[in-house]
């Protein structure tokens, strides 16, 4: 299925393009295009770097969709791509919105579009009815319907977030970065926390999993888990018997699948017209 992806071209006004595509997050940006997969937090050389990639490191044209769920680096990385020649920036959304075959949204008023996202790589990877858990800042549990409707779900702080919380909110508990635990009940702040977090997280996981399950009323349903934080979250579900499959990059694997599926008119009327600085 990636192969197929990666060899996408499209032709817009006589010039061939590959399809790549950007995901700007809470608190990294990820650049998916061919066999590339890159990842940079929002430090001071993220739009350095996003520059440098597309300025020096490609060999060709790119259609570059972009979705966002952090509206502050929005503008920025569309400025930092539209000064390099040769490249156009879509807006992810409005593809998405022009290609509803690929997944209804007619049950839901409003979700993150990352959501959404995720949910279309994973139809690439498994079958429906199913559900896609992703792990990062927040924690978002989705649902698909048989006949690819977007259901909804739940939205919990993931790890890194709830220890941040507890940092801030709490003066004995310095602030830390998230590990696995390697014990259920810790001898310390430390140990105490990592265990608490992870039976918070995986608990929530595997509570909305049961509930939506008994729901829609489908057993064993496919659960396609992505996100920087899924590796104690798969763990978890594989030793509990579900039906889990790891895929690490399902929100940009649905950008380039709309990219490859777009007409042309709706590829044009997507591209981001120029920001000025």
């Not at 409707?149 to 003066?171: C, D, M, N, P, Y």
Request: hydrophobic fraction near 40%.
């Amino acid at each position: 299925m990636m192969a197929t992806l990666s060899d996408t071209s499209i032709e817009l006004n006589n010039v061939t393009y590959g399809i790549a595509a950007i995901d700007v997050g809470n608190s990294r940006v990820k650049i998916h295009h061919d066999d590339v997969h890159l990842s940079f937090p929002y430090d001071k050389e993220w739009k350095k770097n996003v520059q440098l990639h597309f300025r020096d490191n490609v060999s060709k044209r790119y259609l570059i969709g972009l979705s966002s769920v952090n509206h502050k680096q929005t503008t920025a990385i569309v400025k930092v791509l539209q000064r390099i020649p040769g490249h156009h920036v879509l807006n992810a959304h409005t593809l998405l919105m022009r290609n509803q075959s690929e997944l209804s949204l007619e049950e839901i008023e409003n979700a993150g579009i990352d959501r959404m996202l995720g949910t279309i790589g994973a139809l690439a990877r498994a079958s429906a009815p199913l559900l896609t858990i992703d792990c990062g800042t927040a924690v978002t549990v989705n649902a698909v319907s048989a006949s690819k409707h977007f259901l909804g779900g739940v939205i919990f702080a993931g790890f890194s977030t709830q220890l941040f919380g507890l940092a801030k909110q709490t003066a004995a508990i310095p602030e830390m970065t998230y590990t696995p635990p390697t014990r259920t009940i810790g001898i310390n702040t430390a140990q105490c926390l990592m265990s608490g977090i992870t039976a918070s997280v995986v608990g929530g996981v595997h509570h909305a999993i049961t509930q939506f399950t008994e729901e829609m009323g489908v057993k064993n349903l496919p659960v396609v888990v992505t996100g920087g934080e899924s590796a104690p979250v798969v763990e978890a579900l594989k030793l509990s018997g579900m039906n889990v499959q790891h895929h690490p990059h399902i929100v940009t694997e649905g950008i380039l699948i709309l990219l490859s599926k777009a007409t042309i008119e709706n590829i044009q009327d997507s591209i981001i017209g120029k920001i000025l600085s």
